[in-house]
């Protein structure tokens, strides 16, 4: 496979399937290289430089300005580009300070009884059958954000669909029908934040959505929308962590009978299913100036795709890259990016991990898949859309 095939085969469903060995062919191509009008980046030296670079930049709204004038008439686009998601300094720095106040070490900690308990709940209510997606790797993670966000039980089943087509938009190419969908969605969650938002200012609790609207430095929009991508950040993508790591495990019973053994081991199994298979795989910038990466010169303007799923496996970063092997030292993959915009909620999506998979071993040493998995026929978001278990 030359490289320009294998770039391509990224964007059809059976290269998408398993994208790994065309990262392989980019990769000994080039750390970096220009193709169909941008940059490519497959290592992982150059993809912790670029995310870290001053000089490079994130698609902003004034970008969308340029070239889609009417970007915020499409609200599921609007509410990602006006995230801090999507925001350049100063105006990231301020955002970002003010959720990283409420968004804290702390509250993240004190969650990891109230996910357990979720766990537990989830374990035992599961049918001998189940799609494993739908019963766990799903309700788990919107149940968390939820309860962080003061978003009542009741209201979180509502959001599943909502989110599912809203982060179609993350996409690199999408339908028009997508993107229809996407406003839709889009437009109802902006309406369920804006009643959520007046009832904690009339009535203060101890959740996020209270926090960050007594929080001045935001504007109205501001909170709006960084109140929608904390729900939507942390929802698809952590499903995927857990969709993923589960199906590593079921097919490695060894690894199972291990982390059932001994579930100290759990953050060390959480950032190798992390480096092996990121539930994101891609990310991008802009140069905001003439940088060199890699020894090659990129000039001011141009766009940059980092191949996150690509670094994690780079050979000069890692031995025996597509071994997977919790016992690595010194793991630390790109999954959750880096710089400026490294993930907010990274320490939330690893004790989810941490907590759900020695639970589930534990509870369901039969746990066993039960039929073909069906993947989520999508390029940036990785990840599984059913998953069929039987619980032995
Ligand atoms: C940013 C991955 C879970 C909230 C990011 C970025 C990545 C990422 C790669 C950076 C994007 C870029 O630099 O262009 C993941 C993965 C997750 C996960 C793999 C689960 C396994 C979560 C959770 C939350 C969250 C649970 C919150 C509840 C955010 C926010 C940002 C972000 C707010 C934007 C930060 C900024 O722009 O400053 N995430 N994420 N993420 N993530 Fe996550």
Not at 336 to 350: I, V
Request: negative net charge.
């Amino acid at each position: 496979m030359d490289y320009q095939s294998a770039l391509a085969s990224l964007f059809l469903p059976e290269g998408r399937n398993d994208p790994y060995p065309a990262y392989d062919v980019l990769r000994a191509h080039a750390p970096v290289f220009a193709a169909d009008g941008r940059w490519w980046v497959t290592s992982h030296t150059v993809t912790n430089q670029v995310l870290r670079h001053p000089s490079m930049r994130i698609l902003d709204a004034a970008d969308y300005d340029t070239f889609w004038p009417d970007w915020r008439q499409n609200r599921g686009v609007a509410s990602f580009v006006l995230s801090m998601l999507q925001t350049n300094p100063p105006d990231h720095s301020r955002v970002r300070r003010a959720a990283a106040a409420t968004f804290t070490a702390r509250r993240v900690a004190a969650m990891r009884d109230v996910i357990a308990a979720l766990c537990e709940e989830l374990i035992t209510s599961m049918p001998a059958k189940a799609d494993f997606i739908g019963a766990f790797a799903y309700p788990l993670p919107i149940s968390v954000i939820c309860a962080l966000l003061g978003v009542p039980a009741a209201d979180r089943p509502w959001f599943r669909e909502r989110v599912a087509d809203l982060t179609v938009v993350l996409e690199p190419i999408s339908t028009e029908r997508e993107m229809r969908l996407a406003d839709v969605a889009g437009r109802a969650v902006e309406d369920y934040f804006v009643g959520l938002i007046a009832e904690r200012r009339r009535t203060p609790q101890e959740d996020l959505t209270s926090a960050l609207a007594a929080n001045g430095d935001l504007t109205a929009e501001e909170l709006l929308a960084n109140l929608i991508l904390l729900l939507i950040a942390g929802f698809e993508t952590t499903t995927n962590l857990l969709g993923t790591g589960v199906k590593m495990l079921m097919d490695r019973p060894e690894h199972a009978a291990r982390l059932r053994a001994d579930p100290g081991l759990a953050p060390a199994y959480v950032e190798e299913i992390l480096r092996y298979d990121s539930p994101v795989q891609m990310t991008s910038r802009l140069a905001a100036e003439p940088v060199e990466f890699g020894g090659v010169r990129i000039a001011a303007g141009e766009s940059i795709n980092m191949l996150l799923g690509a670094a994690n496996r780079d050979p000069e970063r890692y031995a025996d890259p597509h071994r997977f092997d919790p016992d690595r030292e010194n793991v630390a993959p790109v999954s959750f990016g880096g710089g400026a915009h490294y993930c907010l909620g990274a320490p939330l999506a690893r004790l989810e991990a941490q907590v759900a998979l020695p639970m589930l071993v534990t509870m369901l040493p039969a746990l066993a898949q039960d039929g073909p998995e069906v993947r989520r026929d999508r390029l940036v978001l990785r990840g599984y859309s059913a998953l069929p278990v039987t619980i032995g």
